[in-house]
């Protein structure tokens, strides 16, 4: 079946603007995580939504960003005013539940690039 | 605050040489350690993950040893091969002091391993 997709996979945008990127998880997955990956850095947790309880935003790096989930499937990360330092790969992942050992299905991400 | 620390930052193998990254963790209330395998231009993959009540699991050419006491774990790769050459994160999952995130995957930095021919 189907992995879970990312658009665009690359974004080249000018400091102060929005940008939004789109992630499309796996059918029937319950869980969608955030994630960005800055240059030669590991994961950097961002957001997670969960069914429909509220989402955990404790990762997300400042008011700018911001994330939502429609219809417990495609969810969209926001950056506001987009500065230099937003510059990273935004990787999107899923999986069946949150706890437990249930694997999480990472996307190719997005490469944002902010000049 | 870095709650999964790993090393080294980089690995160079010759092919059939034994590959080892180590991983640290302080967070006690983490009960479920992956490790992700990622290519260029591709997102992370599980390749291998273990549970605290064992001390060791093994699928293949690859082996997790976790040593709980120590809040250390490891990735061994036997008979390391060129395919190998990714960068490899280990990652930890629980619920974390003072909250209920129990999806949320901690990354330990990423460590670029290379196996020469």
């Known amino acids: 079946g189907a992995g879970v997709s990312q658009s665009p996979s690359n974004k080249v945008t000018e400091k102060g603007k929005d940008v939004e990127l789109r992630c499309d998880p796996i059918s029937g997955h319950t869980a969608l995580y955030w994630y960005r990956q800055s240059l030669g850095q590991g994961l950097e947790f961002l957001i997670y939504f969960q069914g429909n309880s509220a989402p955990d935003k404790s990762g997300l790096p400042s008011d700018r960003f911001s994330a939502e989930r429609t219809g417990g499937s495609v969810s969209t990360l926001t950056i506001q005013r987009t500065q230099q330092e937003d510059s990273a790969v935004y990787l999107c992942?899923?999986?069946?539940?949150?706890?437990?050992?249930?694997?999480?299905?990472f996307g190719p991400g997005t490469r944002l690039t902010v000049t | 605050q870095q709650q999964v620390k790993q090393s080294p930052q980089s690995l160079i193998v010759q092919k059939g040489g034994i590959s080892i990254i180590n991983c640290a963790y302080e967070n006690t209330a983490f009960d479920y350690f992956p490790w992700y395998q990622q290519f260029p231009g591709k997102g992370p993959a599980l390749l291998i993950a273990i549970r605290p009540d064992v001390s060791e699991k093994k699928e293949g050419r690859f082996t997790i040893s976790f040593n709980k006491s120590a809040k250390q774990f490891s990735l061994h790769i036997m008979d390391s091969q060129p395919g190998d050459s990714a960068t490899y994160f280990c990652?930890?999952?629980?619920?974390?002091?003072?909250?209920?995130?129990?999806?949320?995957?901690?990354f330990g930095q990423g460590t670029i391993l290379t196996v020469h021919p």
């Open positions: 992942a899923s999986s069946w539940a949150p706890g437990g050992l249930y694997e999480q299905y």
């Open positions: 990652a930890a999952k629980g619920s974390n002091a003072g909250g209920t995130s129990y999806g949320k995957l901690t």
